[in-house]
């Protein structure tokens, strides 16, 4: 069982930047890719930026590209979300989510979820 707590949301101007922690339970953490999604009113959850248990790997969704960076701290159980360059289109609930393969990746089934935190760009 892993419990995953986010934080660091809030509400910024457009243009202005955040950083999203999410801290895990686990003494498993490390063995787990950790992937970042989000839920935008009305719209459905969408994938944003994996990285995978050992941290050499990152996969980003198209739309954050060049703007977000995704890391992880194993030695502290924490992982990370850079959100730079912000605008009115990721306003949404952030959510983190654990994967056992260690692999992660927008199609792969996440085994854990945190409560999300939100996070408001306003124009």
């Known amino acids: 069982q892993v419990q995953l707590v986010e934080s660091g949301g809030g509400l910024v101007q457009a243009g202005g930047s955040l950083r999203l922690s999410c801290e895990g339970s686990?003494?498993?953490?490390?063995?787990?890719?950790m992937g970042w999604f989000r839920q935008a009113q009305g719209k459905e959850r969408e994938f944003v930026a994996s990285i995978t248990w050992d941290g050499e790997r990152t996969l980003y969704a198209n739309s954050v590209k060049g703007r977000f960076t995704i890391s992880r701290d194993n030695a502290k159980n924490t992982v990370h979300l850079q959100m730079n360059t912000l605008n009115v289109d990721d306003t949404a609930v952030y959510y983190c989510?654990?994967?056992?393969?260690?692999?992660?990746?927008?199609?792969?089934?996440?085994?854990?979820w945190g409560q999300g935190t939100p996070v408001t760009v306003s124009g």
């Open positions: 989510a654990a994967e056992k393969s260690g692999w992660g990746g927008p199609y792969a089934q996440y085994d854990y």
């Open positions: 686990a003494r498993t953490f490390s063995s787990y890719a």
